[in-house]
């Protein structure tokens, strides 16, 4: 059955984040994420630790972290602590890097190095002894704690390859169910050819949700994210060619200038990169309309492999987007399909 994620911005004052987790969870969210990008916003891990000490059962985790800005033995020492503050809730969601490293005036990290952070930190968390910078080591007092999964975001295929190879759970930042199936071709594939079970592998998709029947004010409220997106589509075809990806990821930024991405406004409403963006894409990418056309797109994006679904809550009325979700949508997805 499908479980419900919200990603809430670590903007200041903390107690904001604090409180529309706890609003999650008493609808029905079984997930709680936050962004890491530590110029932008506040640092997430004390409000991980805030959240963790202020919910009861909602998971936690990164969406995402990356191995440049926060070393691997750091993060895996981290999130087994919160493991044990949380009493087994967390979850490591870890990428490439994209707004945390660009605005320090670095680049994402590449994929060989990345690979063998996400394998090291695996071991690492769950108590289990790595390999890393020459030295064998071992976080000795996390083995008695739960497991912590984690999950890999990634939109092309040497990172899907890597999610397959080495990951509990794939993110996938977007919502279009022929996309998303793509990605999860990918990620099973290169599982299935590496010896694991790969329906074990978790599916996340991650996108903005509005709820009404304006489709302008919704689009308006979401524009940003497409935008956001094109910076990994930008970085997926200088290393790939077109035919490689599908087409309906890649044509849309055919009509975009990547220079005008402002890391300023990255995942504000309003934001004036997300101008480029036609309201088609919005729809494409994000999840809009009554909560009727949101069951509706949820059904057909679980067909495509989706577990959970995961609202980035960065437009306005994010209280009536919980109640909604929490006393329509989830109810009615709880259900058998009809």
Not at 299 to 310: S, Y
């Amino acid at each position: 059955m499908l479980s419900f994620g919200v990603t809430v911005l670590p903007d200041p004052p903390y107690t904001r984040l604090v409180e529309l987790m706890q609003l999650a969870e008493q609808h029905g969210f079984g997930y709680g994420w936050t962004y890491d990008s530590h110029v932008l916003w506040q640092d997430p891990y004390p409000l991980l630790t805030a959240t963790a000490l202020g919910t009861s059962s909602l998971k936690l985790g990164l969406n995402v972290t990356n191995p440049g800005t926060r070393e691997p033995t750091v993060t895996a020492s981290a999130f087994a602590t919160l493991q044990d503050i949380s009493g087994g809730r967390m979850v490591i969601g870890i990428g490439r890097g994209d707004s945390a490293r660009r605005t320090i005036g670095q680049q994402p990290v590449k994929v060989a190095e990345f690979e063998r952070a996400v394998a090291a930190i695996r071991d690492l968390v769950n108590g289990r002894p790595t390999h890393w910078n020459d030295t064998d080591i071992r976080l000795e007092w996390a083995q008695e704690l739960p497991p912590v999964p984690i999950y890999v975001a990634g939109y092309g295929p040497r990172v899907l390859a890597v999610a397959g190879r080495h990951a509990d759970g794939v993110i996938i930042q977007l919502a279009d169910p022929d996309i998303v199936e793509w990605i999860v071709g990918q990620v099973r594939a290169a599982a299935e050819e590496a010896g694991r079970d790969s329906h074990q592998i978790s599916v996340m998709a991650c996108a903005p949700a509005y709820v009404g029947d304006d489709r302008a004010e919704a689009c308006e409220e979401v524009r940003w994210f497409p935008a956001m997106v094109s910076n990994h589509v930008f970085d997926l075809l200088s290393k790939h060619d077109k035919s490689e990806l599908p087409s309906a990821l890649t044509h849309y930024v055919e009509r975009m200038e990547r220079e005008r991405y402002d890391y300023s406004e990255h995942s504000r409403v309003g934001a004036k990169h997300g101008q480029q963006v036609s309201d088609d894409t919005c729809e494409q990418f994000c999840v809009l309309g009554t909560a009727e056309q949101h069951v509706a797109k949820l059904r057909r994006l679980e067909q495509a492999g989706v577990d959970q679904w995961n609202i980035y809550l960065m437009t306005h009325d994010q209280e009536r987007t919980l109640h909604v979700y929490g006393d329509e949508i989830i109810p009615e997805l709880a259900k058998a399909p009809a």
